[in-house]
């Protein structure tokens, strides 16, 4: 096993806290009078520790500078891997599948926003995959886990996609309840007679 220096100090784990503090008191020794030093009665500690307090300055300063600059880059690297999935979805949305659809229609004909689904269902794994829907927990009821629509997906989501139009005829309604997927059956029995 070896070792090294950034074993021994993180700087990633220090927090931006502790550089300003200590980039305003070496700040503070370095560029006060010497009258302002005697008042605090640091002017002994200044004399002996002085060489250091430059080095301390700069690299507490830089530090901070670089931590802005960091996390300015990661702000704007996210905002551009949200904004390509956000395309990423919209691509998808348009482009579903009848099964796709059915599975999101469950979302309306049930009338949640949360729904268990079988995740080991292909079409339900391909449209967690394209980040359409989203799984809401860890705890399941064997292959059944809370499930919600993506807040990207369902911000982009038409009525048109998925076969839906408020003007359907009662005939076309029951066709698509005639169309559901057959676990969402499976489990509405299950559900009714634990």
Partial sequence: MTFSFSDLIDFNKIPIKIFVLFSIVSGILLFSPENYLTILKVNDFEKEY???????????????????????????????????????????????????????????????????????????????????????SNIGDGMYF?????KNAFKQLKEEYLGL????????????????????DDYLYQTLNK
Avoid at 165 to 184: N, V
């Fill in 50 to 136: 002085g060489k250091y307090f430059g080095i301390i300055f700069i690299v507490c300063i830089s530090f901070i500078i670089l931590s802005i600059i960091t996390y300015f880059l990661q702000k704007m690297q996210f905002f551009f891997i949200r904004r390509d999935i956000n395309k990423d979805i919209k691509i998808e949305i348009s482009s579903l599948d009848q099964f796709e659809k059915s599975v999101i229609r469950e979302f309306i004909i049930m009338q949640r926003k949360t729904l268990s689904l079988p995740i080991d269902n292909p079409t339900v794994s391909a449209l967690l995959n394209k980040r359409i829907l989203t799984r809401v």
């Fill in 146 to 150: 809370a499930t919600i629509i993506s």
């Fill in 165 to 184: 139009s408020s003007s359907m005829s009662e005939d076309e309604m029951r066709s698509f309840l005639s169309k559901r997927p057959k676990w969402a």
